[in-house]
């Protein structure tokens, strides 16, 4: 893909992750990580490599720019989320082409990456901060919910890929 075109497309990516970090209140805001792991998944398929991770680098900065008090955190793991899906995309050898992508490469890929950046994002908060009380049967619904979640936007993400945008012209 042309180097104008993934630019494009990342930039777009990281301006939707902004839109629902800036927009969307704290409680729901963080049952949207569907949406942000799909939207990194797609951005795995589209630009290819490190494609994850220079939409969550971007959307990182861009959110974190919302949330002044807590930026850090939010550039943070807005960034270690994206690469983790690059990480677990190269680990599970999740390849985009116009064949289609295997499915289930692509949940295992995004339960692991969710799974673990919400077990970090909550022991950040509950150890670090000190935000909330850190509570094992706590940590494990986390990480339950966290992987679910991963599995559904990897589920979307393929579905979406193989369906209708892997005929996409690059």
Do not use: C, H
């Not at 002044?68 to 994206?82: D, E, Q, R, V």
């Amino acid at each position: 893909m042309q180097k104008a075109k993934r630019l494009f497309i990342a930039t777009l990516f990281s301006s939707i992750i902004f839109v629902t970090n800036f927009f969307v209140p704290p409680p729901i805001r963080y049952l949207l990580i569907v949406v942000q792991a799909v939207i990194l998944a797609l951005a795995t398929f589209f630009v290819g490599k490190a494609g994850a991770t220079y939409v969550g680098l971007v959307g990182g900065v861009l959110s974190a720019l919302s949330s002044p008090a807590f930026g850090p955190f939010t550039f943070l793991f807005t960034f270690l989320f994206g690469l983790l899906v690059d990480i677990f995309s190269l680990a599970f050898k999740v390849s985009s082409t116009t064949e289609g992508v295997n499915r289930n490469r692509v949940i295992f890929a995004m339960a692991f990456s969710t799974a673990i950046i919400g077990f970090l994002s909550y022991y950040a908060t509950a150890v670090y901060l000190k935000l909330v009380d850190l509570n094992p049967v706590m940590s494990g619904l986390v990480i339950f919910v966290a992987a679910g979640s991963g599995i559904s936007a990897g589920y979307a993400a393929s579905y979406l890929w193989n369906k209708y945008l892997k005929n996409i012209p690059a």
